[in-house]
Structures are given as structure tokens and as C-alpha cells.
């Protein structure tokens, strides 16, 4: 059997750190990457629960792999993540696709060599979901997807419970791994030409770390620690829950040069009852008063967030309290998002479910204010010189790269590959919805 694989990723960047991990896995034990699904003798299919969307997208792409694994009954098919962990949908995989080789869930990504040299061995299925995650496996490699920057898991799990939400579901409750392992992975990934990290946790803000010597490591104490690795010019996170936003966070972000001045801070909702609703554990006062204090503190700040439109019982009233607060926060982004009722979550159960064309035409309102203050805020950088970490080639344009701004802005801009993991100084010619366009300053 060539041993040859290919990863189909869903969903969100711990996903794609999870995918990662997998790949550094594959090569260890001697497989070579290929770009194409067709070309794989192994395919890993790395799925995602949050939104009925990535439900079907699976499916739909796992339905696509059973006329090639009728054909070559030597062809593996692999499927993990966050809907493993979901009964109904490991039942769903044994009744109507008992063609898939090996299924396992987001707590035991160490033990997929093992399960799929079984696999290959026996010729045989193999099912192995872990309802918990145990002690966190550290020093696992890692193929990583760019060479100037790196995704670093610093928790797992969420203890937060949101009604919407089957994250507590399917990763389990929170665990920090230890400062001086975060600590000494990116001095390991900086020595290897890593510029900048992104620190990864279902809910970073919830971080508590147990050093060696004893005590306490918060979120702002690790952040100070990874501040002082030499080489490291860049760090970011995501993603905060409101109601963890300390103080001492945000004196971390006026002090810290190396932290960027941007943050992803979801909202859900602009209505206080419909947080309420989602067990959100803030109000909107409080939320705005986060953002005054963050704008307060580090005027410059870039400011993202989620938003859930159509959530049970919502009111036409709630909805325009959302639209108002986009409105006052003006946020640079938002990822907006359909109501998706997921099975085990209390909100599915609720009373009041929204009609479907209720919730697009709200979406509708919502997606056309967002995007025209993205507009906005972005034709505001025309003219400026902006500090851009060049990442790689453009996806709309090959032509050109891409990087990003130290408040996230994603910039195109005409150069050679050679510039690719180097920061430069790009002056903005042109805002656009989404992205900036520039050239480089000499």
C-alpha cells in the first residue's frame, strides 16, 4: 500500500491545530501528504458539531468516498473531531456508512498511529471514543500549515455550558496545560523560524495554569511569560469569553508590545434577556463596559465578535437590540451566524424555535450593517503604513501576498516569495469590505 494521506479539515483553528498534530503523526510513521483527496490511500476527515452546516458538509463528503472505497477495498477511510464524541452520530456512522475504517473522537489523537496500523493490520473497523480527556499528552509533532507563524493549544475543553452551545459536549471540561510546556514548545517553534503564536482555548480568558514551583499561572501571567522568549515578535489568541475579561488582561494589552492589539470577543446578542437565555453570564451594560475599558486602555484596538441570529424566542425588539449594539461597539468584523439547534443542547429543547425565514431575513440586516462598517473602518486605513507579516501567497491572487496587521487586518500586496515569514512595511492603498489592498514601502 503507498502510504500516502490527505486531511479534510471542518470547522474551527483548534480543529486545524488537531489536523496538524495528525499530519505530524502521518509522517512520523512514514506517510507523504498529497494535496488531493483522490490521490490519498489514507483519508482523514476532521469534523466539526457547532452548526448543523459542517454536519452536512461531512456527510456530504463522506458520501463522496464510498464509490473509491468499494473500488480499492485497501483505501482507508478515517474520521475524528468534535461529532465523534456525539452518540447519534457515531450510531448514524455504524448503520448507514460501515464502510468507514477507523473512527475516534478529540481526546485520543495520540493513539491514532496505533488505531490505524489495527486498522491496516486486521482489516478490520475501529471505534474508539474516549468520554473524557485524562492527563494532556504533551510533545506530539506537528506539521505545521505556515512557517512564520503557529497555532498553540494552551487549554482544552469549556466549563461555560452556553444553552446553544455542544463544545462542553465534545471537549470535555477545561484543562491548562502547564506554563513551562507552552513555554518551551514556542521556544522550540521560534528557534524554528516561528515570528508569531496564536494561544488557542475553547475560553483562553479561564486559563489556570499549575507551574512547577506552586501557585497560579493566569491567562495575563502566561502571556508575560511568552513575552519574553527572544525571536518571538508576535502574539495573539483567541478565543475570550466576556466574562473572564480581567483587568489585568487588559493592562497586559496596553503594556505588552509584543501582544497584538486586536481581540475576538463574542457577543452573541445585543439583548440582555437573550444573553440570559444563552447562560452567557454577562449582560449587555456589561459587555459594552468591557469594551470601553479595552478602547480606554489601548485606543487602537481592533475588535471582532460572534453573533447568533434566530436563537428560541427571540423578539423582532431583541434582534434590533442587537443591531444597536453593532451600531455602538462598530466592531472591525463579525462572524454572524444562523441559529443551529444541536441535539443534547438545552436551547434546542426550547419553546418559541424561529421559522427559518424569520432568521434569514434578520441575518440579512445583520451581514449588510456589519459589512458596511467593515467597509467603513477599513477605506479609513488608505494612506497609512502598516508593520505586515508577510504569510504567503495571495488565495484570490497568486500573483501577490498576504499578511496580516498587528490589529488583524489581512492585507494583498505585490512581492516576491522570498519576503514570505518577514515583516514589512506595506503603505495601504485601497480599503475593500474584507481585506486592504498596498505596496511595499522601500
Known amino acids: 500500500m503507498e502510504k500516502t494521506f490527505h ?18 503523526l502521518l509522517d512520523e510513521m512514514g506517510y507523504r501528504a498529497v494535496p488531493d483527496r483522490e490521490e490519498a490511500q489514507v483519508v482523514i476527515l476532521n469534523t466539526c ?38 452518540q447519534h452520530i457515531i450510531d448514524t456512522l455504524k448503520t448507514k456508512y460501515p464502510w ?25 473497523r475501529e471505534i474508539e471514543i474516549w468520554q473524557d480527556g485524562g492527563e494532556i499528552v504533551e510533545g506530539m509533532p506537528a506539521r505545521r500549515l505556515h512557517r512564520c507563524k503557529a497555532l498553540v493549544n494552551i487549554m482544552y475543553g469549556c466549563n461555560n455550558f452556553c444553552t446553544y452551545c455542544i463544545v462542553p459536549y465534545t471537549r470535555g471540561r477545561e484543562r491548562s496545560r502547564r506554563p513551562e ?36 499561572c493566569s491567562f495575563a501571567d502566561l502571556i508575560l511569560r511568552i513575552a519574553e522568549i527572544d525571536g ?85 425588539e431583541q434582534f434590533e437590540e442587537t443591531l444597536s449594539l453593532v451600531e455602538e ?23 418559541e424555535q424561529i421559522p427559518e425565514e424569520v432568521k434569514h431575513r434578520r441575518f440579512n440586516r445583520l451581514v449588510e450593517l456589519v459589512d458596511s ?9 488608505k494612506g497609512r503604513v502598516e508593520r505586515v507579516l508577510a504569510e504567503g501567497t495571495s488565495k484570490r491572487n497568486p500573483g501577490a ?8 487586518k489581512l492585507v494583498n500586496f505585490k512581492g516576491e516569495n522570498d519576503l514570505i515569514g518577514q515583516f514589512v512595511d506595506v503603505e495601504i492603498t485601497e480599503g475593500k469590505t474584507f481585506s486592504l489592498e498596498g505596496r511595499i514601502v522601500q
Open 7 to 24: 486531511i479534510t479539515t471542518f470547522g474551527c483553528q483548534m480543529n486545524e491545530h488537531d489536523s496538524e498534530i495528525l499530519a505530524g
Open 49 to 86: 458539531s457547532v452548526r448543523e452546516n459542517a454536519d452536512k458538509r461531512f456527510f456530504g463528503t463522506l458520501g463522496q468516498l464510498k464509490r473509491r472505497k468499494t473500488a480499492d477495498p485497501d483505501f482507508v477511510v478515517c474520521v475524528c473531531g468534535c461529532m465523534m464524541q456525539q
Open 100 to 124: 468507514v475504517d477507523l473512527v475516534f473522537g478529540t481526546h485520543n489523537i495520540h493513539r491514532f498511529p496505533a488505531l490505524l496500523e489495527n486498522v491496516i493490520r486486521q482489516k478490520d
Open 181 to 216: 510546556d507552552i513555554v518551551k514548545e514556542i521556544r522550540e517553534l521560534t528557534a524554528d523560524g516561528v515570528r508569531e503564536v496564536m494561544l488557542l482555548g475553547q475560553n483562553v480568558n479561564s486559563y489556570r495554569g499549575e507551574p512547577e514551583d506552586g501557585g497560579v
Open 232 to 316: 518571538l515578535e508576535r502574539i495573539r489568541f483567541m478565543t475570550s469569553h466576556p466574562k473572564d475579561l480581567s483587568d489585568e488582561l487588559i493592562r497586559v494589552f496596553a503594556d505588552c508590545d509584543k501582544l497584538c492589539k486586536n481581540i475576538h470577543l463574542p457577543v452573541q446578542s445585543g439583548s440582555s434577556e437573550i444573553m440570559k437565555r444563552m447562560n452567557r453570564h454577562y449582560d449587555r451594560e456589561q459587555y459594552l463596559e468591557i469594551i470601553r475599558k479595552l478602547r480606554e486602555a489601548v485606543p487602537e484596538i481592533t475588535i471582532s465578535t460572534d453573533i447568533i441570529v434566530g436563537f428560541p424566542g427571540e423578539t423582532e
Open 329 to 351: 461597539v462598530r466592531y472591525d468584523s463579525a462572524f454572524t451566524f444562523l441559529y443551529s439547534p444541536r441535539v443534547g443542547t438545552p436551547a434546542a429543547e426550547l419553546p
Open 373 to 381: 462598517i467593515s467597509a467603513e473602518k477599513n477605506s479609513a486605513y
Open 401 to 408: 501576498l498576504s499578511g496580516r496587521t498587528d490589529g488583524f
